[in-house]
């Protein structure tokens, strides 16, 4: 069995899954090919796809060249869905980059081939719409090789451009021997000492090293007119690598999950080594454990029922009630999986929204919808605020606005409102802060003591937690109720924003010990719960952060921008206004470019008001960077829960019980 995992990836409109129909049909899969303006392709599932006309969710088709069985995923181009894609890039053998013929490199284009270069997965590069009028190759060629990569190898060339006639005329591997020779050592000595190199060997040569990612083949074509698509398809076949087909241990790993009629969840599974069957118990995530009691593996058109899922497979699992996408598939603990699936590719949403419902009726019913769409988005971030009745989703721009308000329509006949977009900031810590509570003393009302210090830590490094008293000082159950009450309180800082990073160490620590009247049983008011602790750790944590201090930190987005010469002053003049940190521009005599960095919440205008400065021909590309400082007034976030920072008020609401 030969199986190849391969992602189409592109900007939005440059035409991937007009060629994913396009590629189906060649391999008999359909009868028909779907058009994305009339909503009939096999991919784009979703009303909303069909509407606008984009994808918004990665979707597994099958298709077979020969023995080979492709696993072709069709992933969303627009930026506001990088979550999707960044969860097909963990299971791909190869990938093809779809560019405009007309439109070219567009920006989405660089973040995806940064991505792609370094996870070092086979890509080949796909430049479609070659009929249409204004395509242009050489030109593409050398933006091509300018903006993504100057490794690659234009594999034929275009003829009729901008016409239907348009086509692609592939060269036989030999012709290919001097590009090649730039890229590996024995082809150049070859070459040099005028030694003949037959195609077979230019060919081999030139797999390997698309296997490695050391270069990139080119081909041109149409999606609609099926120009190019069969030379695209022998490079498919002959270049990219195959899935692995180790027999190890079960290891896979989940990188969808979606509801069935019956409300079940299903979960897409990519499997790297083993094979999992109908009825076997397997692990995933932390500590599940589940029985598979169907499943659907992808071949030769689509999912079909099958007993078993092996190595190098993509399948559709049933029974995992509680798996969630990013969990691995095991049947012994191992970290090979976990490594690759936890790689952060792709920066977290910077933005954040309350939801509501319509009718007031509703609410209890979007806090259940908005969670299982959680399950299926993890990044759609949910927060409850249960003083104002309010939930907030994160964001990675505003066309998920859209997406989620009809999704909760369609799905489960909820209407909502959002309300203004607002940046997530985090917290940071200064210094070191410390504080004690100790049991029946002072104004403490709860049966524990507990003491903390808080100090900053690296970035990235996450929040950690550890312990200055003995081990066995207190009941185990209760040091954990301070770990994850520490945990919890830092999604709050002191202006409401989480800190992200952060050193705590317990310092003290204490308790009541399980007591009784005489001749009675166990007395709550007289001995210690984890309830105390968790109710005191708020109080102590935050006295310690007040201590130590803490700087609000804005997201930022390096920026880069192709502009009219003309039109610098006015753009430069509104990057300014927008506190955006422009470097010195590269003038040129027709387009400029500006890069620099610019706060994440000023992007949307930056868009909004680019058109008009520049005459509608400005470029703006944009990712995230980094967090900094906060200049001018401190954003503060409401909070959620009972503030701790005032004492009195929050010991107003939280009381210990009996």
Not at 280 to 303: N, P, Q
Request: one cysteine or more; glycine letters at 8%.
């Amino acid at each position: 069995m030969k199986v190849l995992n391969l992602g189409i990836l592109a900007h939005v409109d440059a035409g991937k899954t007009s060629l994913t129909e396009r590629l189906l049909y060649t391999a008999g899969v359909i009868d028909e090919i779907g058009s994305v303006d009339d909503g009939s392709t096999q991919t784009d599932s979703l009303a909303l796809e069909r509407q606008r006309g984009i994808t918004i969710k990665s979707a597994v088709v099958s298709f077979a060249i020969g023995d080979l069985t492709v696993n072709l995923i069709d992933t969303p181009g627009h930026p506001d869905f990088i979550a999707e894609v960044e969860r097909a890039l963990s299971v791909l053998d190869g990938a093809v980059l779809v560019i405009s013929a007309v439109e070219g490199v567009q920006a989405q284009t660089r973040v995806l081939m940064r991505t792609l270069q370094r996870l070092k997965i086979p890509t080949l590069i796909f430049v479609n719409k070659l009929d249409r009028r204004g395509a242009q190759d050489d030109t593409v060629l050398t933006s091509i090789a300018a903006k993504l990569s100057p490794a690659i190898v234009a594999m034929g060339d275009a003829t009729h451009l901008g016409t239907p006639e348009a086509a692609f005329e592939p060269r036989p591997y030999g012709e290919l021997l001097e590009v090649l020779a730039d890229h590996d050592d024995e082809l150049l000595r070859r070459y040099v000492e005028g030694e003949t190199v037959d195609d077979d060997t230019v060919g081999k040569t030139l797999a390997e090293l698309t296997e490695r990612a050391a270069v990139h083949p080119v081909y041109f074509g149409s999606a609609i007119t099926g120009a190019g698509t069969e030379a695209l398809t022998d490079g498919i076949r002959e270049l990219l690598p195959r899935a692995a087909t180790t027999d190890g241990p079960l290891d896979g790993s989940v990188f969808k999950v979606e509801r069935g009629p019956a409300g079940e969840k299903i979960a897409y599974v990519r499997m790297f080594d083993g094979t999992a069957r109908v009825r076997d118990r397997v692990e995933f995530g932390t500590a599940g454990e589940a029985k598979v009691t169907a499943l659907r593996v992808f071949e030769r058109g689509g999912a079909t029922p099958a007993a078993e899922v092996r190595a190098g497979q993509i399948a559709q699992l049933w029974g995992l009630a509680e798996v969630q996408i990013g969990d691995r598939l095991s049947d012994q603990r191992n970290e090979r999986v976990t490594e690759r699936t936890t790689q952060e590719m792709f920066a977290p949403p910077t933005l954040e929204t309350v939801v509501t419902p319509k009718q007031r009726s509703d609410k209890g019913n979007l806090r259940v919808a908005l969670a299982q769409l959680s399950e299926q988005d993890p990044l759609i971030n949910l927060r409850q605020d249960d003083l104002r009745q309010e939930i907030s989703v994160s964001l990675y721009g505003e066309v998920q606005k859209e997406v989620i308000q009809t999704t909760l329509a369609t799905e489960f006949g909820i209407e909502v409102e959002f309300r203004e977009s607002t940046t997530i900031c985090i917290e940071r810590v200064n210094g070191s802060g410390e504080a004690v509570e100790f049991n029946k003393k002072d104004a403490n009302p709860f049966l524990a003591t507990v003491g903390l210090r808080i100090e900053p830590a690296p970035v990235n490094a996450g929040v950690t937690f550890e312990l200055e008293v003995e081990l066995g000082s207190m009941p185990y159950a209760f040091m954990k109720a301070v770990e994850e009450t520490v945990r919890e309180t830092l999604e709050q800082a002191i202006h409401g924003w989480q800190i992200p990073d952060a050193r705590v160490v317990m310092t003290h620590s204490g308790y009541s010990a399980r007591q009784s009247h005489a001749h009675a049983v166990f007395d709550k008011s007289m001995s210690s719960t984890a309830g105390d602790f968790r109710f005191l750790t708020p109080l102590v944590l935050m006295t310690a952060l007040r201590q130590a201090g803490t700087t609000v930190h804005e997201p930022m987005h390096r920026f880069q921008l192709e502009i009219p010469t003309d039109t610098t002053r006015a753009v430069l003049a509104a990057l300014a206004r927008l506190r955006a940190i422009p470097q010195v521009p590269a003038l040129a005599a027709g387009t400029s470019t500006l890069e620099g960095e610019i706060p994440a919440a000023a992007v949307y205008q930056l868009e909004q008001q680019l058109p008009a400065l520049t005459r509608g021909e400005g470029v703006l590309e944009s990712a995230f960077e980094r967090y900094q400082p906060v200049t001018g007034p401190i954003p503060e976030r409401p909070r959620t829960d009972h503030d701790p920072l005032n004492r009195r008020e929050y010991l107003l609401h939280v009381q210990r019980r009996v």
